[in-house]
């Protein structure tokens, strides 16, 4: 997680009615947001998002400076109530499962069977 600055933020959005359909449409222009701040000079990444159903809440998970974190998602136009400071994602073992794994939890797509 070193490569945008080392610190993990998400944003927490209250966001009733969204369904998967406005996490990929969120994904989508909150990666463009993040392309646009790297041509900047911005150090971001962006790592995806996570629907809590039954809560109505998505949760945006973001590496950089909660300055650029705060800039990015206000680009992106992310209904957020807060940006909270994270520890790392314990389902995460690393690089090696990137290939494996698009972004599943946060984000939402597998290589391996359902």
């Known amino acids: 997680m070193a490569e945008a600055g080392g610190i993990s933020f998400v944003a927490e959005c209250y966001w009733p009615g969204a369904h ?21 000079g911005e150090r971001v990444r962006y790592l995806g998002s996570m629907l809590m159903v039954d809560d109505e809440v998505v949760l945006c998970l973001f590496e950089g400076s909660l300055v650029t974190v705060q800039r990015a ?16 994602a314990p389902w995460s073992d690393g690089a090696e499962r990137t290939s494996e794994v698009r972004s599943y939890g946060f984000g939402a797509t597998t290589t391996g069977p359902e």
């Open 73 to 88: 998602a206000e680009r992106a136009g992310i209904p957020f109530g807060r940006i909270l400071r994270s520890a790392g």
């Open 20 to 40: 998967q359909d406005d996490l990929r449409e969120l994904d989508e222009r909150v990666e463009a947001c993040v392309a646009e701040l790297a041509l900047e």
